[in-house]
């Protein structure tokens, strides 16, 4: 069932709202501080250019290290970016993974120390049926039956 799966990622309007208003949210709160012009300006203006970079990064995929599929073959995961560099992955159990939104932290195997996030929402999915498939494969798939407690 889960042999081949292939997550192929599209910009989304909706994940760069959910990036903006956090970051819209502390610059109106930064701004109704009484403190310096130029520190709350600085502050607003360095909240802005983070929320840029992060929109850029997982709502448009227009940076070259933005993940633009994931792939799942015989229990293999590997993730691709801009370039279509291949990178074999392994996906960690602090994940967060419900129907609506994803968060999933990778740890790349060629290096251990190198970590990936990537975020998922049904609307940046060209294919909802095998983001349904992942996201069962992600919860269930990597367990096996003797790691299974039955109540």
Same mark, same amino acid.
Request: aromatic letters at 12%.
């Given at each position: 069932?889960?042999?081949?799966?292939?997550?192929?990622?599209?910009?989304?309007?909706?994940?760069?709202?959910?990036?903006?208003?956090?970051?819209?949210?502390?610059?109106?709160?930064?701004?109704?501080?009484?403190?310096?012009?130029?520190?709350?300006?600085?502050?607003?203006?360095?909240?802005?250019?983070?929320?840029?970079?992060?929109?850029?990064?997982?709502?448009?995929?227009?940076?070259?290290? =933005?993940?633009? #599929?994931?792939?799942?073959?015989?229990?293999?995961?590997? /993730?691709?970016?801009?370039?279509?560099? +291949?990178? $074999? &992955?392994?996906?960690?159990?602090? =994940?967060?993974? #419900?129907?609506?939104?994803?968060?999933?932290?990778?740890? /790349?195997?060629?290096?251990?120390?190198? +970590?990936? $996030? &990537?975020?998922?929402?049904?609307?940046?999915?060209?294919?909802?049926?095998?983001?349904?498939?992942?996201?069962?494969?992600?919860?269930?798939?990597?367990?096996?039956?003797?790691?299974?407690?039955?109540?």
């Amino acid at each position: 069932m889960f042999d081949q799966i292939t997550l192929e990622l599209k910009p989304s309007a909706y994940l760069s709202a959910f990036i903006v208003l956090p970051c819209v949210a502390a610059i109106l709160l930064v701004g109704t501080r009484n403190t310096p012009v130029t520190f709350s300006l600085g502050l607003s203006l360095a909240i802005l250019g983070g929320s840029a970079y992060y929109i850029r990064l997982y709502a448009l995929l227009n940076l070259k290290q =933005s993940i633009h #599929s994931i792939k799942l073959y015989q229990k293999t995961l590997t /993730i691709f970016d801009s370039n279509q560099h +291949a990178s $074999i &992955v392994t996906l960690h159990k602090n =994940s967060f993974i #419900s129907p609506w939104f994803c968060i999933l932290n990778f740890s /790349i195997t060629e290096d251990k120390t190198k +970590a990936c $996030i &990537v975020l998922l929402c049904k609307h940046n999915i060209r294919d909802q049926d095998s983001f349904r498939r992942f996201r069962v494969w992600s919860k269930y798939g990597e367990t096996s039956p003797q790691e299974i407690e039955l109540f």
